[in-house]
């Protein structure tokens, strides 16, 4: 049994290894266009609502005893889930959908999404003055998320006045 996984070990450290001489390295991941702001954003039509010019969009739905928040991404659908009626939420709580139920489910969300790296998208929501979503986005916010994506960077033209500077280029 040791010496398995002695092996497997190796081969991990073999592969994750970057060629001596090389000036490259693949990258695997399929969010990685995404997260240096070059994929592909479906436009759609400017009058649909909600509006689908997103990579990753937060979205908050409550029903009469239950609040679930949830990340959508643009192409697979709900990538992180979280709900106050999964059972380690719902033990906690005095009611599932009261102005602390909001809170700590906020908290949980944002600790899943910085878990799976995901510390920006879009949201919608417009919540109202002193209200339970509101103080939710707040603590999302708080916890480290950012509730706005940035702008998908668009090749520069030669006739460009302004060309701006690359996320993975340093120029220090």
């Not at 709900?78 to 709900?83: D, L």
């Not at 994506?149 to 220090?172: C, F, G, I, N, Q």
């Amino acid at each position: 049994m040791a010496s398995s996984s002695k092996r497997v070990f190796h081969k991990v450290q073999q592969l994750s290894r970057a060629l001596d001489g090389s000036s490259f390295m693949t990258n695997r991941n399929p969010r990685n266009l995404e997260r240096l702001r070059i994929a592909r954003k479906i436009d759609g039509y400017h009058l649909e609502k909600p509006v689908r010019s997103f990579w990753h969009r937060l979205e908050l739905s409550a029903s009469n005893k239950y609040v679930t928040a949830r990340v959508v991404h643009f192409q697979n659908g709900t990538v992180i889930e979280c709900s106050t009626t999964e059972w380690a939420l719902k033990r906690q709580l005095y009611k599932e959908n009261d102005f602390s139920a909001y809170i700590n489910l906020a908290r949980v969300f944002a600790a899943r999404c910085l878990d799976a790296g995901m510390t920006e998208m879009r949201c919608d929501i417009k919540p109202t003055e002193g209200g339970k979503v509101e103080k939710f986005l707040q603590t999302v916010k708080v916890a480290g998320i950012e509730l706005q994506e940035p702008e998908r960077l668009r090749a520069a033209y030669s006739w460009d006045m302004h060309r701006p500077e690359k996320p993975w280029e340093v120029t220090e």
